[in-house]
């Protein structure tokens, strides 16, 4: 009996301290109580309908990968095409034909006469021209003409735009009035500014520079015309020292009826500009292709040609043809 009255007491306390304990819990936070009882009734999902998540763009689409372009500092590759359109020359360019070309006495020093007489007409005679040096045969009918050369270091002439050009060429000398021709040129400011190029010309049209091939002292050029089916020419300029190659087809009606290799003193608007100092400038592997026949330098009947002032001094001299007949210098007074 006393038992059963110490359990009723206890389980009276408990309840009165629990009863207490929930009032009190209520008065601190009134809402606690129905959140327990709704979490235990309505348990809420792990994410609150109320939580605003923010939506994540999706990643872009990837762009599509652009190779690189290679720049590069270094020399044209060998055999490197020059593709680009030539353009009429501002500056000085070389005459339609050779101006006052003068018969002279033959000379040792300045003519050649060749070891295998293939062709009547040419040998053992000189001329003098006030605008070319250099080398030409004529008399037969030439087809084709190969030479190279070195480009010259130059300087000029004080206070006045001066100038060089290295060429071969086919016609051009009385009383012939067509030139096909392809060389070099040289040009020096009246400040003393350099500039070169390459050219080809078709008298009577203008000379034309080609943009884009770049040429410096030193270098070495080849050059070729070569007629492939009546008057239709192929010309090719290779810069062997950078591997840079020019070449074109052209149509035009030539006589055929002499060959040149030349250093020229050129003109603007016809008239020629001072020459510039050029030193010398040596050809090689000169040859040409005359009645069907591919001949040197030294078995085409050569004439040699000297540039004399207006006075008659010589300017720029030709040398002896090489031993090996297909080359020569020409040397600047």
């Keep these: 009996m006393q038992l059963k009255i110490l359990q009723f007491i206890n389980t009276t306390i408990f309840l009165c301290v629990a009863l207490f304990c929930l009032v009190l819990f209520n008065e601190i936070s009134p809402n606690i109580g129905s959140s327990l009882n709704n979490i235990l009734v309505n348990p809420a999902p792990i994410f609150s309908p109320n939580l605003i998540v923010p939506k994540i763009p999706p ?41 006052n070309l003068v018969t002279t006495s033959p000379s040792t020093s300045s003519s050649t006469t060749s070891s295998s007489n293939s062709f009547s007409t040419g040998s053992n005679i000189s001329y003098t021209s006030t605008n070319w040096a250099g080398y030409m045969s004529s008399g037969e009918e030439y087809t084709t003409i190969s030479g190279s050369w070195v480009v010259p270091s130059v300087s000029g002439v004080s206070g006045q735009t001066s100038s060089d050009a290295s060429w071969i060429g086919i016609g051009g000398v009385s009383p012939s009035t067509d030139l096909i021709q392809l060389g070099s040129e040289d040009t020096v ?19 034309y520079l080609v943009s884009g091939f770049k040429i410096s002292a ?47 003193d050129p003109a603007i608007n016809g008239n020629v500009v001072a020459l510039d100092n050029f030193g010398s400038v040596t050809f090689s592997q000169a040859s040409t292709t005359a009645n069907n026949t591919s001949v040197d330098l030294l078995n085409s009947s050569p004439s040699s040609i000297t540039m004399v002032s207006s006075a008659g001094q010589p300017i720029v001299k030709p040398s002896s043809i090489n031993s090996s007949g297909n080359g020569f210098t020409l040397t600047q007074s």
């Design 59 to 99: 990643p872009p689409s990837p762009k599509p990968i652009v190779p690189l372009e290679v720049i590069s500092n270094s020399a044209p590759p060998v055999s490197q095409n020059i593709v680009s359109t030539p353009v009429p020359v501002n500056a000085p360019v070389p005459g339609s034909n050779v101006s």
């Design 189 to 207: 400011s009246s400040s003393g500014v350099v500039s070169r190029a390459i050219f080809y010309e078709l008298i009577p049209s203008a000379a």
């Design 218 to 264: 030193g270098d070495n050029l080849s050059a070729s015309i070569n007629e492939t089916s009546t008057n239709y020419w192929d010309i090719t300029l290779t810069d062997t020292t950078t591997g840079q190659v020019f070449q074109t087809n052209v149509s035009y009606d030539s006589s055929n009826s002499s060959a040149e290799w030349i250093e020229e």
